[in-house]
């Protein structure tokens, strides 16, 4: 007699490779929009200076504080500036993704809803990308303040804005980098219990003072970043349903299942336990008679 072997374990670890290869697409692919929408505005260099001088005279007229103030804070050491300077050039997108992944691996039904809401966000500010450029305080001469990637590093933007193939340094509004920082905090008090999880928040804190003091991004930058995400919220539901709830325990405790189940969207019962239901209702769950051959109080 031939033995087969059951092909479910194999099935479910290609189809989990699956679904892992089309969320790095999808997420690449986001990524890659995103950057290639912002070049468009590369060229209106006049109009964004317009821009950042009414942004400037609007806080003043708001009464916010100074980007200065922040700055000098920086200054008083170059450890500091620099520290800075390397938190702005190398923690934005690497904290960013591995948020994700690691919602992907333990939290799928909020890795979803935080991805929604990111790419919500992102789309947003592209779009005020496009419709109004801005020149960061570090270009604006009535600011007075100082480049600090440039004087002491290290920087993510080339010297001269016009010429910078990596980036444009006309989309100051609003601060991606502030409003990705509150994402990840929100998200990550939103999927964890701990009774420290609200010190997530330290992360979107710290990048508000480090764009702001380094002169790449105005307050108003981080309040319209902070609106757009809300609307976002708004706009993608939250998981908050008991099945959500299930789907989002930790693959240590056995759902494994349940996790891809989040992930493909498929929320049917297995067919095992769809027939132990069907056994205990032919039981009498459902109130059907008591057999008359069994002794009084059994099958209730």
Avoid: C
Wanted: charged residues 20%; glycine residues 8%; hydrophobic residues 50%.
């Amino acid at each position: 007699m031939s033995q087969t072997t059951p092909a479910g374990p194999a099935a479910g670890r290609r189809a989990a490779r699956r679904r892992l290869i089309r969320e790095l697409l999808l997420v690449a692919g986001l990524f890659t929009v995103y950057k290639a929408g912002r070049t468009l505005a590369t060229d209106r260099t006049e109009e964004a200076f317009r821009n950042a001088a009414r942004v400037w005279d609007a806080e003043r007229a708001l009464h916010l504080p100074g980007e200065g103030a922040v700055q000098r804070l920086l200054l008083h050491g170059d450890a500091l500036v620099h520290t800075a300077n390397t938190y702005y050039a190398a923690v934005h997108f690497p904290a960013t993704a591995l948020f994700l992944v690691w919602l992907y691996l333990r939290r799928p039904v909020h890795y979803l809803w935080a991805r929604r809401v990111l790419a919500v966000l992102t789309g947003a500010a592209l779009a005020l990308h496009l419709g109004f450029p801005l020149a960061p305080p570090r270009m604006l001469g009535e600011a007075h303040l100082i480049d600090t990637g440039q004087v002491y590093g290290p920087t993510v933007y080339g010297a001269a804005p016009a010429s910078d193939t990596m980036a444009n340094q006309f989309a100051a509004m609003p601060s991606l980098h502030f409003g990705w920082a509150l994402m990840l905090a929100l998200g990550m008090i939103a999927a964890t219990r701990s009774r420290w999880r609200a010190l997530w928040l330290l992360h979107p804190l710290v990048t508000l003072l480090v764009v702001v003091g380094t002169a790449n991004h105005y307050w108003l930058d981080a309040i319209v970043a902070t609106v757009l995400l809300g609307a976002a919220l708004l706009l993608v539901p939250r998981p908050g349903r008991p099945a959500d709830a299930a789907a989002d325990r930790a693959p240590e405790a056995g759902d494994a299942d349940t996790d891809r189940a989040a992930l493909s969207g498929d929320g049917d019962p297995a067919p095992e336990a769809a027939d132990a239901d069907a056994d205990a209702d032919a039981i009498g769950v459902r109130g059907l008679p008591r057999p008359r051959n069994l002794p009084e109080g059994v099958g209730r």
